[in-house]
């Protein structure tokens, strides 16, 4: 029986992190949800509709992976989509404490799901989209911690904005 | 010498991860105050009076639990009370490491306080208000994280105000 | 392609936070190895022999289940049992810590193994081998720690070995 | 009704982390029994007899505290003394994520049982038995990690032992 | 050659464990920067002008020790003087992945800046601005938190502004 | 003034987690005594005479690096070369936790002493001489973990002592 899971996340913006969590589900699992959350009271560095599209490019060529956007809960989105697994990454003991409240809770609101959790590469480690958006806003070079159509985006951004 | 204790919290909502420590501290200790904390920079998810009266229904038949609000210092409720304990549950070492700062600041404060602590239930294992309040939010299903009367009362609030 | 994971471990003995990881794990991957160390210089509880004949009736008929006996490292018989997962439970950010340094000793020993990791049931939580050694050495009832061929087994045992 | 509260361990040696744990914890219960762990297998500092001899001079003026020994598990001599709580003091986020699994498995075997913990005083942060049994081994001074009596004792012990 | 390190932070206010870790780290490297940042989106208790200050009037007489502003990247002004090491003081196993992730991306922005952790002080555990500035606010006294300066301006200050 | 520090350890065997750390540090301070534990009642995997043989190669040409025994208390050897910092890697939280209690009650013995604290390379995350030791006598490949010189070494030994 085929499975899938889902990789829930706002990817503000998408990371070299997640791409790479993204790459290894995929290996397990026959489908992967990239799910971007439309959360509508959250104010975010890139807009909900070119995090969107950012995020549909880097994953264009990986097979078996899905981007789509959501608004609620991850365990409807889940339900929706016939995906019992939910899939994270951790880089340290403080993320895993963070992540089982969450996932314990989930299973609570859906039985039927199961978080599955990968290391996070250590090439990559340290990185979160919080630090990379303080960089961004900072003028810093971000180009390290992301795909590169994040870094082509954002060249053309009106940082003015800031 | 009857001793006293204080569970401070915004209980915004109450869950079952509370109501469970409290019952567990209100054996050791001859008084249990529930201190829900009037904070009025912060907002909440349920206004400070419906928090009142729903945590003192939930309480109302816990002998030796007194439900009571506060402005200000954890640390001052307790001195106006006489209580020398505060009470806290702890679900994680994340938990700790931060229960702590306030702890050791508290007992700066005042010496005569002592921070108290117990594991919290694995049956309510990584229940939070934040998460609660996050699911609620989103439309759902929270009753299995709070007390029924917080189910109750829930069911006759506009949701629409989010 | 189907995908099969080891589950590896001295079980001294096996418990129900064990049974529980294995039987999560076989509904993702195709086969799941449980692999029983046979660590000669380590001294256990339970002898070699009757660890791998308790564990092999735990998984009798559980599909997708088999159990092994493997000397050296868990890479090596990954490699030979063409296996590129690992499986894990972490009860705590402290396992998480210990187990993320194994891990990626393991992802440089062989490029190819990804270790997963899952929650361990807040029903068994706390259930380590150790501390159910402990009990038992000390005449303590094990019985909702281990599964019942366990606790059968030590109906029989000569405890007048400790 | 009178609550009675076991604080267990080897105590090789007693420290000052320790004791202030017993008076903190000799303030909430009626009754603080601190127990100490005859356990026969394991290799010692202090001999048994000696161990108990010096914690019942440390305690011998605290009331409420009375000094016993036990062989087993801390959850059968709960029992026998009639006692509903173990009492454990926390240094850090690493310490409760390795007491939590020993409360828990506690709880399962003996579900009266409550363990409650307390913060470690900064004035004694990070003393161990094992460090100070290490710090005595190599000649060091561990008379600002232990009470004064344990001190008197060693400048009369056989060094040469080691 | 002397070696240079930047303390960075928003001192919003400083606390002894700040002046404590800067104390320190001024006896291993020549200079000190104390980089307050000026971030211009962040609300602050204290106006900018305000930290600026006091935190200069604190370590005016500390040899080694310049107190500075800067807006943007900390690895940027790091640079800009020629510090090679950013210096942070470490309360717990949270605290540090916590400054773990932050210190990562930094020595990714900038491969020759190291961070360099001490150990927070015991008799300072727990002080954080983030609870001084709560204690402050609800009229408690943060005389045991702070250096005497800082309690000092707040005395003058009016706190009818909260 | 020069700056001295110690980095002390068994070094059973040294991995390329302690040298990062040593060339870091060497940086900092004007000598860095590594410092081989001569502990008599542990049992290790290179006798003495060979760790030291070894660590005094891998160090030969990085300026300011010193190789030498001691035993007894890392204090004491501090106090002996007038070094008054001792300096550790970090890999996780847990390895803080555990690294703080020693620094901590080191400071007690000897108050000039500073325990100063590097974040273990990415690179060569999740190394520890305790799993090496592991790998290497179940037969595995260390070469990716160690110096080159104690793969050249290894390569000489008699594996078949174990």
Avoid: W
């Avoid at 958006?133 to 911690?145: L, Q, T």
């Amino acid at each position: 029986m085929p499975q899938s899971a889902v990789f829930p996340g706002s990817f503000d913006p998408i990371t070299l992190g997640h791409t790479d969590i993204v790459e290894r589900a995929s290996k397990i699992f026959d489908k992967v949800y990239v799910a971007i959350g439309q959360n509508t009271t959250k104010t975010t560095l890139f807009p909900f509709g070119k995090r969107m599209e950012i995020v549909s490019k880097v994953f264009v060529n990986i097979p078996g992976v899905e981007v789509l956007s959501y608004e609620g809960l991850t365990v409807e989105i889940c339900r929706k989509l016939g995906a019992k697994y939910v899939v994270r990454g951790l880089r340290s003991g403080t993320d895993f404490d963070y992540e089982r409240n969450i996932a314990l809770m989930n299973s609570k609101l859906y039985p039927d799901i199961e978080t599955v959790f990968f290391i996070s590469n250590p090439d990559y480690a340290g990185i979160s989209s919080t630090i990379v958006r303080e960089i961004y806003k900072f003028g810093g070079d971000i180009s390290n911690f992301v795909p590169d159509i994040v870094s082509d985006y954002i060249g053309k951004m009106d940082r003015a904005v800031y």
